[in-house]
């Protein structure tokens, strides 16, 4: 009769723990790509739209703060941010002059950078 070898035990024994051990890995990796989004070490704070907040920049140092603009200043506090925000909401003739999307980039732009 057959008689199984006494070195082969050793050997199933470790690779049925290195199956285990693979499976367990396999299995947090998946759990933690479908739903460990919220886990990445981020603030939970939505990510920068850099392409609004691009253009909304342009606007605002092209029509808002500059030479013959509603504000000419190097730095604005925040204060003056907020009220130059509502006197932009208000003004007839940026409404005029800017199209809706550069509208809506200025403001984006202006929430973004002064925190209001």
Not at 74 to 85: D, F, G, N, Q
Not at 93 to 105: G, I, M, P
Request: hydrophobic share 30%.
């Amino acid at each position: 009769m057959y008689a199984p070898s006494k070195h082969l035990t050793p050997i199933v024994k470790r690779s049925s723990t290195f199956l285990l051990l693979l499976l367990t890995l396999g299995l947090s990796s998946i759990a933690l790509a479908s739903g460990g989004s919220h886990y990445s070490g981020s603030s939970g704070k939505p990510k920068l739209d850099s392409v609004r907040y691009a253009l909304g920049k342009q606007v605002y140092k092209n029509h808002i703060n500059c030479d013959n603009c509603l504000i000419n200043q190097s730095k604005v506090s925040k204060p003056e941010a907020l009220s130059l925000y509502k006197q932009i909401k208000k003004n007839k003739n940026l409404k005029q002059s800017l199209s809706k999307k550069e509208r809506k980039a200025l403001k984006y732009y202006m929430r973004e950078r002064f925190k209001l």
